[in-house]
């Protein structure tokens, strides 16, 4: 495991009780139309994400190999991953590639967790745009970047906090091959 200091460690872990406490109270107004209250209980909080956490997003993608459905992008899983077609010899195969997620509700995002796959390194995502897209509105830029060729966790931040339901993450090169592949995109909340 790699060393890291304590402010490091310490950031990561509010970020993942941020995340939590994110999921339950866009949940909280998905199911009961009104905003979230301040003071909700923190068991209600854990509950209700838990009934809603990620289960319900729509994935989708410009393209995939048998066995690297886009599915494979969120599931959880940091061993299986999405991954475009082999065959590179047609245009419409190579780059850019495109991942789209349908939150099913608007949330309320400061950034994603972006995992490589593990197994191989064909496909890794070098330079990307992200995407967002709240309803009714137009496709904006959030974040232009690059990846370094490794398969640990990467942290994507945006300027600041967006509100989107629909999500695109697109690929314009890659380290290894004119293939990505990516195993698991997690949200910040
Ligand atoms: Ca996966």
Redesign the pocket.
């Known amino acids: 495991m790699k060393q890291q200091g304590q402010g490091t460690l310490q950031r990561e872990v509010e970020e993942e009780v941020q995340a939590v406490k994110g999921n339950a109270k866009a949940f909280y107004t998905h199911i009961t139309g009104i905003p979230y209250p301040d003071g909700l209980s923190p068991a209600l909080e854990t509950v209700a994400d838990k009934l809603g956490g990620g289960k319900n997003w729509q994935v989708t993608s410009s393209g995939n190999q048998p066995g690297g459905e886009p599915e ?11 991954h475009t077609p082999w065959d590179t010899s047609t245009k419409e195969n190579r780059h850019p590639h495109t991942l789209g997620i349908d939150f099913g509700r608007v949330i309320s995002v400061s950034g994603l967790k972006l ?1 490589g796959r593990t197994s191989g390194v064909n496909g890794r995502i070098k330079d990307f745009v992200i995407w967002t897209r709240a309803e009714g509105v137009a496709w904006k830029q959030v974040k232009k970047g690059d990846l370094p060729d490794i398969a640990e966790p990467q942290t994507v931040r945006f300027s600041g906090r967006v509100s989107t339901r629909h999500l695109r993450i697109e690929s314009l090169s890659s380290h290894h091959g004119d293939f990505t592949s ?3 995109v997690n949200v910040i909340y």
Do not use: F, M, R
Request: negative net charge.
């Open positions: 494979k992008a969120i599931d959880g899983d940091a061993g299986s991953n999405w995992t990516l195993a698991e």
